[in-house]
């Protein structure tokens, strides 16, 4: 059974819309993260939450923003899409948000037109 | 300019033989996580790295933070061993981020 989950694992959007990107992890971490890989670029860190607090940030843009209702989920809620926000997006999650073994979701693919 | 660099970018390889994947780091880090993504997309942890080394199965990875590198050795390469493989580090900074290498793209041919 996977042990985190991302939904949806495709998503097309037009530019200017708003979408939600789920994640939630059934491994019972308390740090959840979001990164995001664009084509010819490294993964990239955007957000780290433990036990719900927003720890880090590093998306110079207030159209990303995490929302997190328990725990075990951590959102990503998008607005006003623009063409280069076309990547995947993948959640993480680990027991400690410090430095601990971070485990990956399988991620979403989103395009936007 | 990038704060870890993986080498080679690119690799191809025959079944059987073994090879090296490097990563260099210009941060301080004070742990190392290596990943395969595999053609699929999804990213497999393989390694988690203090100061030291690991070994599993044909896999062997050591993390050297007094010189700041880490490698990964792959012994008698199999043909599922393709794919990319991503060594991120983890800094001294505790809010969980991990930064990540551009990643080697491993190609092991019959």
């Known amino acids: 059974d996977p042990k985190i989950i991302q939904k949806p694992k495709y998503l097309v959007a037009v530019t200017g819309s708003e979408k939600i990107l789920i994640c939630e992890q059934y491994l019972g971490h308390n740090a959840m993260y979001w990164y995001r890989q664009s084509a010819k670029k490294p993964l990239e860190f955007m957000f780290s939450?433990?036990?719900?607090?927003?720890?880090d940030n590093q998306t110079a843009s207030s159209r990303f923003q995490p929302q997190s209702s328990k725990k075990n989920h951590l959102d990503l809620q998008i607005t006003a899409l623009k063409p280069d926000d076309s990547a995947t997006y993948f959640c993480a999650s680990s027991r400690l948000g410090n430095q601990d073994t971070q485990y990956f979701g399988p991620g979403t693919r989103l395009l936007v037109l | 300019g990038d704060q870890v660099k993986q080498s080679p970018s690119a690799l191809s390889l025959q079944e059987g033989t073994n090879s090296a994947l490097r990563c260099n780091f210009s941060i301080a880090t004070t742990t190392v996580q290596w990943f395969l993504q595999n053609p699929r997309g999804s990213l497999m942890n393989l390694f988690y790295l203090v100061p030291g080394t690991k070994e599993n199965g044909r896999l062997k990875s050591t993390f050297n933070s007094k010189e700041s590198y880490s490698t990964l050795h792959i012994r008698d390469a199999q043909l599922e061993d393709s794919g990319t493989y991503f060594c991120a580090a983890h800094t001294g900074a505790n809010t969980g981020k991990l930064t990540f290498g551009h990643g080697t793209i491993l190609r092991v041919h019959p």
């Open positions: 939450y433990s036990y719900q607090k927003l720890m």
